[in-house]
């Protein structure tokens, strides 16, 4: 081997030895970003859906803006409100008002409402016949009647939820001819 | 045998790379990450069924003001109605009814299928002839089936209304 030859090899190994310590491990570093991207991407999408309240069969549409997670009436075999039984539904359609000038009352899911609004306004300070700007969604199942929806929907305004909106299943549109 | 230029660079490659320690990239720590994400999102699974649903805002019914105080109250001439649109539902037809030109009414003979595609072309045609108005009342029958009321909501969001009532026939206390 030549002279000239030995050095630079002995240079280039010094050259690279040097790198060598100075060199940054960055695996852990993209192992911690995945970590955070993917818990990012969960909450802020998948954390704000709305979820199926359990036991309701939804009818579906193709339109519509994308349901968020709200205050939601459930109205399955039993009456839902956030997630907690309330009553039957056949005891819902039963029930009988006891206001004579609000036919459509369910007293029993009307003191629950109106409970929860209490609370709400309580805690934003609003008086009692302040409107009360809150959504509140419902959730039916699709074999229901007209008749039963009216009364949850006449229920929930008077027990101060004005904001109401129905959610159902998102269908893909079907495509025109 | 004297050394040729192909073996003499390939020479110095080898060599470099052994200086280097080039091994490839480290994949045992991102397969653990990934274990622990599987792990404690079944763990936190609360079998809630999250599917991709859509939601129909719905507005308070319109209402005949009567008070000139409660007219005060109104921010804009916007929340006046001009054009009172009302869809009435029974279990085998459809009516349009508004109030404008002196009252029109128009009858589709069904609830399904190419009925409701004629529905739409005829709320669509409406909306065209008022562009003003964006507000309809839905005045469905009670034994009215909800899936059906919402194949109707739909038309009338595709025929861009965007304030849509669900409103109730008066009726006497049980």
């Known amino acids: 081997?030549?002279?000239?030859?030995?050095?630079?090899?002995?240079?280039?190994?010094?050259?690279?030895?040097?790198?060598?310590?100075?060199?940054l491990n960055l695996v852990p570093l993209v192992d911690t970003f995945v970590s955070i991207v993917f818990f990012a991407l969960t909450t802020t999408t998948v954390g704000e859906l709305a979820p199926v309240v359990p036991g309701v069969s939804l009818p579906s549409a193709s339109v519509g803006t994308t349901a968020l997670s709200q205050f939601t009436i459930g109205i399955g075999a039993n009456v839902t409100v956030a997630n907690r039984a309330v009553m039957s539904t056949a005891e819902a359609a039963g029930s009988?008002?006891?206001?004579?000038?609000?036919?459509?009352?369910?007293?029993?899911?009307?003191?629950?409402?109106?409970?929860?609004?209490?609370?709400?306004?309580?805690?934003?300070?609003?008086?009692?016949?302040?409107?009360?700007?809150?959504p509140l969604a419902i959730q039916g199942d699709k074999s229901m009647r007209y008749d039963l929806l009216s009364r949850f929907m006449q229920t929930a305004r008077l027990a101060?939820?004005?904001?109401?909106?129905?959610?159902?299943?998102?269908?893909?549109?079907?495509?025109?001819p | 045998m004297a050394s040729t230029y192909f073996h003499r660079t390939r020479l110095r490659r080898?060599?470099?790379?052994?200086?280097?320690?080039?091994?490839?990239?480290?994949?045992?720590?991102?397969?653990?990450?990934?274990?622990?994400?599987?792990?404690?999102?079944?763990?936190?699974y609360a079998g809630a069924a999250l599917a991709a649903l859509t939601s129909f805002d719905l507005t308070l019914p319109p209402t005949v003001v009567e008070n000139p105080a409660d007219l005060q109250k109104l921010k804009s001439e916007k929340e006046l109605l001009n054009l009172l649109l009302v869809v009435r539902l029974y279990d085998d037809r459809i009516e349009i009814e508004h109030s404008a030109d002196g009252g029109y009414r128009k009858r589709v003979g069904g609830v399904e299928g190419a009925f409701l595609d004629e529905f739409e072309k005829e709320m669509t045609a409406i909306r065209a002839r008022y562009p003003q108005n964006k507000d309809v009342l839905v005045l469905p029958a009670d034994g009215m089936n909800y899936e059906t009321i919402?194949?109707?909501?739909?038309?009338?969001?595709?025929?861009?209304?965007?304030g849509i009532s669900l409103g109730t026939r008066s009726r006497e206390a049980k």
Do not use: C, W
């Open chain 1, 1 to 23: 081997m030549s002279r000239a030859r030995e050095e630079r090899q002995l240079r280039r190994s010094r050259m690279f030895a040097g790198f060598g310590v100075q060199q």
């Open chain 1, 96 to 134: 009988v008002s006891d206001d004579p000038r609000q036919p459509l009352k369910i007293p029993v899911l009307y003191r629950e409402l109106r409970h929860i609004a209490d609370s709400i306004r309580a805690e934003r300070h609003l008086a009692p016949r302040d409107e009360l700007k809150y």
């Open chain 1, 160 to 176: 101060g939820f004005r904001q109401l909106s129905l959610q159902v299943e998102r269908r893909s549109p079907v495509a025109g």
């Open chain 2, 14 to 44: 080898e060599e470099r790379k052994a200086t280097m320690h080039q091994g490839g990239l480290n994949l045992v720590p991102l397969v653990d990450i990934l274990t622990s994400i599987v792990f404690f999102s079944l763990l936190t």
């Open chain 2, 150 to 162: 919402v194949h109707v909501l739909e038309r009338l969001k595709l025929a861009r209304y965007s």
